[in-house]
């Protein structure tokens, strides 16, 4: 079932400010919940406020009873940084990432380059998952540490010292070390919906994105079946969303499509175009479009889309109108 947004979160938006969920990645291709917890064990929302249409600088705030409380890094002799919530009283929230079978794992700063401290969630094996900020429509920023002042205390905030201020930024482009990426819908709750590939009796096989010799400007996406890595293409049709189908070296056609967490299975088509771009969704049963994305294991998202060659073409014996291709988000 879908959850409801809190109050809170509706006010804000309300108010012209959007609100983007604060998620840690784990290299399974879900989401962990990224929660603020008091001494009671209390669970409040955490999110990043955009305002004015300010993505590039965002703050991250917990939301309890009406308030938004700073989310800082504070200052410690611990080897990685503690990432708290501090109210006005200067009562300290803790921040934690929490797992399905509700393991609490805790937020930290652990690393450093220049400015810039590295925030995540850190499991009990000891692996570190990135923390992001996402939109309703699947945009995705990191979450970082930032620090103006070359002294340890960058400021005291409700008598707390704060070694740096959290914030949502753009993500860096960069090299990738994940050859092989998740496809997913993104739920404008913040869920991640499994894209995956079905034959006509019903098996269901794997969709990925793939990054081919360092290419992390357009990756491949393609299904897994079998040992097979078959073409994921835009089909040619009549119809107004355009299918998006696998098609197999024999020509079989193989139907995309997302699952909800109580396994509803949705469309994943065309809807619209830009120029040679042409947009690909998954379609609700309302209607609703949710995005669809490729996202690798430590957490960057590309956008999934449609690229027009100019003219039809055939694969397989199947006319195509569009290659599939994850791209960098803009």
Known sequence: MQRLLSSQTLASQASGEKIWHVKAVHPSGKFLDVKALDKAGNVYDVKAIEEGGNTQFMDIKALRDGKKLPVKILVSDDVFSPVKAIGEDGTIYDIKALTADRQRLDVKGVSRAGNIIHLKAISQEGEFYGIKA??????????????????????????????????????????????????????????????????????????????????????????????????????????????????????????????????????????????????????AADGSLYGVKAISPSGQLYDVKGIEPGESFMVNGVRARAHVKALPQK
């Open 134 to 283: 996402i939109s309703p429509e699947g945009q995705l920023r990191d979450v970082k540490g930032i620090k103006f002042s070359d002294e340890e205390v960058e400021t005291v905030v409700n008598g707390v010292e704060v070694l740096a201020h959290v914030k949502a930024l753009p993500q860096a482009p960069g090299q990738s070390g994940d050859f092989i990426w998740h496809v997913k819908a993104v739920h404008p709750d913040g869920q991640l919906l499994d894209v995956k590939a079905l034959d006509k009796a019903g098996n269901i096989y794997d969709v990925k994105a793939i990054d081919q010799n360092g290419n992390m400007h357009l990756m491949d996406i393609k299904a897994f079946v079998g040992n097979q890595k078959l073409p994921v293409k835009v089909l040619e049709s009549r119809d107004p969303n355009a299918p998006v189908k696998a098609i197999g070296a024999d020509g079989t056609i193989y139907d995309i499509k997302a699952f909800t967490a109580d396994r509803k299975i949705l469309d994943v088509k065309g809807v619209a175009e830009s120029g040679n771009l042409i947009h690909i969704k998954a379609i």
